[in-house]
């Protein structure tokens, strides 16, 4: 069965960091591209970043770029995320997926983060 | 940048409804649909404007083409109540959604 399933999130302090991870099972994960996406309480669906299957290629949005990272480790089939200087702004239950072709066609569960101080 | 339109609808089970997507630019097909329910993942539903994703049920219809796109609901059930996302590639961002209530 293919499935994601995202851990890492906890409650952190602003100006915190906190590291996100992704398992993938049932599927070929070395062959996708991967997104990271997030929804903030009573906000819409935000994509915070996009990494390529090589992680040749990685792309961010305005508002996280420069204090999120993205990486993978195909052998583990895992995702990360890598959150530094983390604003009330950011907080959101985040989630990973598979990208197929320009479409996000399979989630995670999602993890939530929150930031408070 | 992705408007959608209306914010919220309020409908009963048994109608129909239809969502707009609109691009502030002409837009290739690369649009798709999502569906949003608090507690759950967002879940594909449409994908290159009108195609239908494996296992979404046929009431569900995707159309339009450069800047204008819709998101077709027939004959409402009570678990398509929820928010509904459009996505393009071009800058990987959302439409604010449009909450589908009882």
């Known amino acids: 069965q293919e499935q994601l399933a995202e851990s890492g999130g906890a409650l952190v302090k602003p100006g915190g960091s906190l590291r996100l991870s992704c398992v993938a099972s049932?599927?070929?994960?070395?062959?996708?591209?991967m997104a990271w996406l997030r929804q903030p309480p009573g906000k819409g669906l935000e994509w915070i970043s996009y990494i390529s299957d090589t992680e040749y290629t990685l792309y961010y949005a305005d508002s996280v770029r420069g204090r999120f990272t993205s990486s993978r480790d195909n052998r583990r089939k895992s995702l990360y995320l890598q959150m530094d200087s983390l604003t009330v702004d950011d907080t959101a239950i985040y989630y990973c997926?598979?990208?197929?072709?320009?479409?996000?066609?399979?989630w995670g569960r999602g993890t939530p983060v929150t930031v408070s101080s | 940048v992705l408007t959608q339109s209306p914010d919220t609808l309020s409908l009963s089970p048994g109608e129909s409804v239809t969502l707009s997507c609109r691009a502030s630019q002409y837009v290739d097909k690369y649009l798709s649909w999502y569906q949003y329910k608090t507690g759950q993942p967002p879940k594909l539903l449409i994908y290159d404007s009108s195609l239908r994703a494996t296992g979404v049920p046929a009431r569900f219809t995707g159309s339009g083409s450069e800047r204008d796109f819709a998101l077709t609901i027939s004959s409402l059930e009570s678990e398509d109540f929820a928010v509904y996302y459009c996505h393009h590639r071009d800058d990987w961002t959302f439409g604010g959604g449009t909450r589908v209530e009882i």
């Open positions: 049932g599927f070929a994960f070395k062959d996708y591209n």
């Open positions: 997926a598979r990208v197929l072709r320009y479409r996000f066609d399979m």
